[in-house]
């Protein structure tokens, strides 16, 4: 029995994964043409944005306080500590910077994407929308789309200035580490190409969320406790999806041998 469910949900998720590639290719045809809804647009812009600023510059603090108190032990014991703050805004630029953020979005907005279109769905009230000869994908989606493209890289940005300040504080008051030796080496081993690809991949989470989120609401069946199933399986999807782009991406652009940390030696 357990086998056969298994099966059941596996082809659903299937049959849901495979709507949102084709939702995806909607998006696209869409933007081309500039069918965008600016009002909503907008709206979704606020509710991504600054609506999110505050959980994402929490948790970035942290994260690089953190950080900072696993690297810079060790590398003070092998006399590197002038490489930390480098260390830390790399690592945080290239990969932690804008995964963390997005797996933050991802939780508190890719959930409410799927929330409320899938009660929409479950409501009729999509159906409602096509009577008034109103495409979902224009006035749904595409502001969603556009809100979490535009929106993540600010916040990614946002997010590694919080942690880097966050693992100052600690590497100055903890470990001793001079403010100019931290800044200065984050200066040395920080690319402008880091930057571009860290702000690159958050914009490619943000359309990850966007589309998964509202595909699984519109996909939505089953009533209320459709709606929570489609929440739950949305926010594991996105994440899941991150993390696998972020891997394609990631070998994509840092592919040969790096030398951002010897220069610091």
């Known amino acids: 029995m357990s086998k056969i469910t ?12 495979l709507a949102a590639i084709y939702l995806a290719g909607q998006v696209v045809f869409h933007l081309l043409q500039g069918k965008i809804n600016r009002r909503n647009t907008i709206d979704q812009m606020m509710i991504v944005g600054p609506q999110s600023l505050l959980i994402v510059l929490l948790t970035a603090t942290f994260v690089g306080m953190v950080f900072t108190i696993q690297v810079a032990r060790e590398f003070i014991a092998f ?6 703050g480098g260390l830390l805004a790399v690592t945080l630029t290239r990969e932690l910077g804008p995964v963390l953020t997005a797996v933050v979005v991802a939780g508190r907005v890719g959930s409410a994407f ?7 769905k479950v409501t009729e009230q999509i159906d409602a929308l096509y009577m008034l000869k109103t495409d979902p994908v224009d006035y749904l989606v595409i502001p969603r789309v556009i809100a979490c493209g535009v ?3 600010i916040l990614t940005l946002l997010c590694l200035i919080a942690a880097i300040l966050g693992g100052l504080l600690i590497a100055v008051n903890l470990y001793n580490i001079s403010q100019s030796m931290f800044i200065d080496s984050v200066h040395e081993l920080l690319d402008i190409w880091d930057l571009c690809s860290g702000l690159a991949k958050s914009m490619v989470f943000g359309a990850l ?7 699984w609401g519109l996909t939505t069946t089953g009533g209320a406790k ?4 489609s929440t739950t399986t949305a926010v594991v999807t996105t994440l ?8 394609f991406l990631s070998w994509a652009m840092f592919q040969g041998i790096g030398g951002a940390m010897m220069e610091g030696f």
């Open 114 to 120: 799927a929330a409320e279109i899938g009660t929409m």
């Open 79 to 84: 006399g590197a500590a002038n490489v930390v």
């Open 226 to 229: 459709g709606v929570g199933k």
């Open 209 to 215: 969320i966007a589309v998964i989120g509202t595909s």
């Open 151 to 153: 929106m993540m890289p």
């Open 6 to 17: 298994f099966r059941l949900n596996l082809g659903s998720w299937g049959k849901r994964a």
């Open 240 to 247: 899941i999806s991150i993390f696998v782009f972020n891997f």
